[in-house]
């Protein structure tokens, strides 16, 4: 059986990562999101852009471009310090991901 704590502490992340998207990258849409135990995955996309989140005690970034897979971390290096998930870290890579979105 799950723990109430658990499930929470996934839930969190994948809400912080949706109200993020909600107010920074409105076009985006979830096209998946699940839980189990710790871990916790979302997939959002917009015309031929995706981005997947997942983690559990650390969480990565995934974007793909025409179906292209690209790596947060080789846009900026700065997030390998910053793979703990906790809010800040989460926070801290979405803004990154929001610049790397909005350059393309």
């Known amino acids: 059986m799950e723990s109430s704590m658990v499930k ?7 809400k912080i990562i949706k109200d993020f998207f909600k107010n920074n990258l409105i076009d985006y ?3 998946t999101e699940s ?3 710790p871990y916790w995955y979302i997939k959002l ?3 031929d852009i995706a981005v997947s989140i997942s983690g559990d005690i ?3 970034i995934e974007i793909f471009i ?3 897979k690209y790596e947060l971390w080789q846009y900026d290096k700065s997030i390998n310090g910053k793979i703990k ?5 989460i926070l801290y890579q979405l803004n990154v991901l929001k ?3 909005m350059d393309l």
């Open 85 to 89: 998930t906790n809010n800040e870290n």
């Open 29 to 31: 849409e979830v096209i």
């Open 35 to 37: 839980t189990h135990g």
């Open 45 to 47: 996309s917009k015309d």
């Open 99 to 101: 610049l790397f979105l």
């Open 66 to 68: 025409n179906k292209s």
């Open 58 to 60: 650390g969480f990565s």
């Open 8 to 14: 929470s502490f996934a839930n969190s992340n994948l």
